[in-house]
């Protein structure tokens, strides 16, 4: 597997109209983005610094991954996003050293990426997301 760098970082939070305020007005970041990823029930808010990206996630409904990580570990960091050259590739390498993965194939993301995530109990309690962008693709 070869990693370019932290794509993201995932923060749940209940709301991001309180939480975006924070990172605008005291860290000095621009939310560029809004996006609402129906099949994930969140609505994500984007930010940059440097290459690297703060994905604030808010769920949608109660049955939302998000809705329940906040119910069980409060609001906070999620998960962390490493860019790959070669999704696929990577998800087939961690498989073959006994990684469990949450998804065995690339899924669509937020922002038009290629997303899958490695299980939290392969990846000593953190839960793990490669991704891809298709315009990036090495082969
Ligand atoms: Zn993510």
Avoid: W
Wanted: net charge negative; charged share 25%; aromatic share 6%.
């Amino acid at each position: 597997m070869n990693i370019s760098h932290i794509e993201h970082l995932g923060i749940a939070v209940k709301s991001l109209e309180q939480a975006i305020p924070y990172y605008e007005q005291i860290l000095g970041l621009k939310c560029y983005a809004i996006e609402e990823v129906a099949d994930q029930k969140v609505k994500t808010a984007f930010f940059k610094a440097g290459q690297t990206k703060i994905e604030l996630l808010e769920p949608t409904g109660p049955e939302s991954t998000i809705a329940k990580f906040i119910e069980k570990r409060g609001e906070g960091i999620h998960h962390i996003a490493f860019a790959v050259d070669n999704l696929q590739k990577s998800l087939d390498e961690v498989a073959e050293k006994g990684v469990q993965l949450i998804d065995k194939a690339p899924r669509g993301g937020a922002e038009g990426l290629e997303i899958a995530f490695l299980h939290p109990k392969s990846t000593i309690g953190v839960l793990t997301e490669l991704c891809q962008d298709p315009k990036n693709n090495a082969e």
